[in-house]
């Protein structure tokens, strides 16, 4: 337990860090308002003592001046009205600060998921950390902020009344600290379980949350529909989710059990202390108004203690955002070394050498000591069985992955070592899961090359390449029109149209030396696919390009054709040399007749 409490108390300071690193300015002006706030209800305590005694002096005097007695209510108002009015005003700018501490946080999320390496999105281990600082980054710190404000506000309020109850007896202070102290005890060790407990069970809610998607989502929803599954994914959603909710309950219960046992206790106290201050009121060692001062103070501290108690579980119970965020922020942006520029242009080869390679966290070869030569200018196929690691090199050629053996080289330069930045110039990629981004037409073809200046007349000529030039002109607005479903005046697109503003996204990179096509004409019809490749040497020339597709129409764009099998390669060379060696690749094409 005592590495949770070191934990939480340096997670504490980061997060104070981020509030104050998110805006100075608004971080200093919170802090003189949390500091007025802590002393105005000392001031409140002291003018109510003032005005009773003033008032039962006014009723006890025959010749007296009522002028102090205004003075007085005067004071009472001034000062209620300054907490009405601090309240408004501590409640706006804490608003204020909140917008900067979630843009701050939000901008080290996004830097952080940009930059960090691809793998850590196919790493299974990393899903929990993810799903936790992801989760609640939009309401946790501005959580965290605000229960370190109320936790300086209410720690220097006690600390100012307890001063005054010490005028009672000294004794006030260590016996209402003790009337706290179980209550603290409780609902810290209550705040350890639910920790553990969230952080034992994240997976469980992330699959809580993957059947609620499958229910909600409109990814899901043809099948949901044709196949009927809404009762059964609502079954299992239901399932998993009252198997969470009765482990938090019996938390709850047992905590609930706890706080009325130790609240009975605090009780005691509170009418023991009440009790010796009426006797002394009695005995006529203080006045009324010091009375009815001492009641308000304890009264008031008593309820200060409980915020100041919920404020401390509730920051220790934010542990477990400030853990997995801080743990997800500490995630390294491994230095790169790759700094080489990618040749421009190339002049012989790229050489696959030995390659072996296995996603994060798994035991199994997806390639395995693969070689390959592809000369430049040349369209090389990929084809085998799914499951054969065709995608798995394309990831590698795409630089999202790094071999764990062997290596790639351009004209005898390390893949590795060239910047990711030349990379990215100089291949363009399409993907068989490729994004249909809910934008223009315009933006979904300009997203294949940023650094491209807005140029139309290539967006047009890359529209034109991809056989979707006709439809985009013919949209509303023609390729300012939004695509998609989820904005007002959008216009949806059939898979086959997509694919096609995939296609024309990766022709707009007129700078790419390699174009890599995963499953290119997946779906398209018969003719746009038949006027895809009769335009397709045009579309290539001067370019090397690496084809996978299972259409035999698509591989016989190839110059060369590389048959993968088993994690490995099983043959390469022309088609027609294929053939003739009736091998795997006679054995394929034949299955496909």
Not at 244 to 249: I, N, S, T, V, Y
Not at 509 to 521: F, G, K, M, S, V
Request: aromatic letters at 10%.
């Amino acid at each position: 337990m005592k590495r949770v409490n070191k934990l939480s108390i340096n997670h504490l300071l980061e997060s104070l860090r981020i509030v104050y690193r998110s805006s100075p300015k608004w971080t200093l002006i919170n802090t003189i308002i949390t500091i007025i706030r802590g002393c105005i209800p000392l001031l409140l305590l002291y003018v109510v003592k003032e005005l009773i005694d003033v008032v039962t002096n006014h009723i006890n005097t025959i010749n007296n001046n009522p002028q102090h007695l205004y003075y007085i209510i005067g004071a009472t108002a001034l000062f209620f009205l300054l907490n009405a009015i601090s309240g408004s005003v501590s409640s706006l700018v804490r608003e204020r600060q909140s917008h900067f501490v979630n843009d701050y946080v939000q901008n080290i999320i996004h830097k952080k998921t940009i930059n960090i390496d691809y793998k850590y999105f196919e790493d299974a281990n990393y899903q929990d950390t993810f799903y936790r600082a992801l989760n609640d980054a939009n309401f946790r710190p501005a959580r965290v902020f605000y229960g370190i404000l109320q936790l300086a506000q209410n720690s220097l309020t006690l600390l100012l009344i307890l001063i005054i109850l010490s005028n009672i007896h000294w004794a006030m202070i260590p016996v209402l600290i003790i009337s706290g102290a179980p209550i603290f005890y409780f609902r810290i060790a209550h705040t350890r379980k639910i920790y553990q407990y969230r952080k034992q069970h994240t997976e469980d809610e992330r699959r809580v949350h993957y059947f609620n998607r499958l229910l909600t989502a409109k990814d899901f929803a043809k099948e949901l529909r044709v196949f009927n599954l809404g009762e059964t994914f609502k079954r299992e959603y239901e399932y998993f989710k009252h198997d969470l909710r009765d482990k938090q309950w019996t938390l709850s219960k047992s905590k609930t059990l706890y706080e009325v046992a130790v609240q009975v206790l605090a009780t005691i106290i509170l009418l023991l202390i009440i009790g010796y201050v009426v006797q002394q009121t009695v005995e006529g060692h203080i006045s009324s108004g010091s009375m009815a001062m001492y009641f308000l103070a304890l009264q008031r501290a008593y309820a200060v203690l409980q915020g100041l108690l919920s404020s401390l579980s509730s920051l220790y119970e934010d542990n477990l955002f400030l853990q997995n965020f801080i743990e997800f922020n500490n995630i390294s942006i491994e230095k790169s070394i790759a700094n080489q520029l990618f040749p421009n242009p190339i002049k012989t080869t790229i050489e696959i050498k030995n390659v072996s390679f296995k996603y994060p966290n798994t035991n199994k070869w997806v390639l395995k000591n693969i070689s390959l030569t592809i000369p430049k200018g040349k369209t090389v196929a990929l084809v085998g069985r799914n499951g054969c690691g065709k995608t798995s090199l394309v990831k590698l050629l795409a630089g999202l992955h790094q071999p764990n053996e062997g290596q790639i080289t351009v004209d005898n330069i390390n893949w590795h070592h060239i910047a990711s930045s030349e990379i990215s110039k100089n291949i363009s990629v399409i993907f068989q899961d490729f994004m249909l981004y809910n934008v223009s037409a315009a933006n979904n073809i300009r997203f294949g090359n940023m650094r491209r200046k807005d140029e139309n007349g290539i967006i047009q000529e890359a529209a034109q390449k991809a056989g979707i030039h006709e439809l985009f002109s013919n949209l509303p607005e023609g390729f300012d029109t939004t695509l998609g479903t989820l904005f007002k005046g959008s216009q949806m697109l059939s898979r086959g149209e997509w694919q096609r503003t995939a296609l024309a996204r990766s022709f707009y990179n007129t700078d790419a030396q390699i174009i890599i096509l995963d499953e290119p004409t997946s779906s398209l019809d018969a003719f746009t696919e038949a006027k895809l490749i009769a335009h397709f040497k045009e579309i290539t020339r001067n370019k090397t390009a690496i084809i996978v597709s299972h259409r035999l129409s698509t591989i016989k764009l190839a110059d060369i054709v590389v048959v993968m099998e088993n994690s490995g390669i099983a043959e390469v060379g022309a088609p027609d040399e294929l053939l003739k060696q009736r091998g795997v690749y006679f054995s394929m094409l034949e299955s496909l007749k």
